[in-house]
């Protein structure tokens, strides 16, 4: 292709990208989809593309933790963080769809469900909420499955941490930095005791520690946040694809996914 052709919706694919927001609903009144399914449809392709980016961006936060580069690893977390308040202002968004608009087309949603994004539970492997009962949406031997599989028995964003520590000349436990990675997160106490050294003596490490600290709670805020907007919606009604719903989203509130950080706190 000559360069000098090349234009804005060429580049971005942005016919293709518009031909994708497909509603399924006929409003009974004017045989036209029901209004508010597309604000539905396009918000949420809007969190796939999202998660797609974060994945990005984590593989390279990992990448260069385990690289011992505090700088580049503080620059891709601030990006992360800034990502992730844009996905929790989206649900603002998504809330101005009251519950009898999100009635009107929920019917038509079928089988599906935010339960079966397969991205999101890439993202939550990466961040070490592995759950290996997550994997099930997704059919055995689709790429998605595959995807997911690698990622789970991948380390998580807190082994290269770990990694990140030990690559600095601080004691890690070997226990830890030996961990099998496919298995939830633990507090390690002796471990603790270096962060503490690392917050009273080490201020770039302190940096990296307090970044992950926040990406920590962001993420706790967009669960509470996709928690209360679910409730609203449909209150405490079966999730759409048979998924539990707000009752399950409940049990993964003010979960940490670094422990340790959380921890310290007490002893500062």
């Known amino acids: 292709m000559d360069p000098s052709s090349l234009t804005y919706a060429g580049y971005l694919k942005v016919p293709e990208l518009l031909a994708l927001q497909q509603p399924r609903s006929i409003d009974p ?7 508010d399914e597309m ?3 396009v918000i ?22 385990v690289a011992g580069d505090g700088g580049l690893a503080s620059t891709t977390l601030k990006r992360m963080l800034t990502i992730l308040k844009t996905m929790v202002h989206q649900i603002d968004v998504l ?21 079966q994004s397969a991205q999101f539970r890439e993202f939550e492997f990466l961040l070490g909420n592995k759950n290996p009962r997550m994997m099930a949406s997704q059919p055995e031997g ?6 997911l ?12 941490f770990a990694r990140f520590i030990a690559v600095r000349g601080h004691s890690v436990p070997a226990e830890l930095l030996s961990r099998d990675v496919t298995q939830p997160m633990r507090e390690w106490p002796s ?21 992950l600290v926040d990406l920590d709670e962001g993420i706790q805020e967009w669960r509470y946040r996709h928690v209360k907007m679910v409730e609203r919606t449909i209150g405490f009604k079966q999730g ?17 996914l670094f422990p340790d950080l959380w921890a310290i706190r007490t002893n500062l």
């Open 142 to 147: 689709s790429a998605e499955r595959a995807t």
């Open 44 to 65: 949420h392709q809007v969190y796939e593309l999202w998660f797609r980016q974060q994945l990005h961006e984590g593989d390279r936060l990992v990448e260069r933790l």
């Open 240 to 256: 759409t694809g048979g998924s539990p719903g707000a009752a399950y989203l409940r049990t993964t509130l003010f979960n940490p």
């Open 39 to 41: 604000l539905f449809i």
């Open 191 to 211: 471990f603790q005791e270096t962060l503490l050294g690392l917050y009273r003596g080490h201020p770039a490490e302190r940096v990296v520690c307090e970044l």
């Open 95 to 115: 809330e101005t769809m009251t519950p009898v608009d999100f009635h009107s087309f929920r019917s038509f949603l079928s089988s599906s469900s935010g339960f």
């Open 29 to 35: 009144d004017t045989g036209r989809p029901e209004h």
């Open 149 to 160: 599989e690698r990622r789970f028995a991948a380390p998580t964003l807190y082994d290269a």
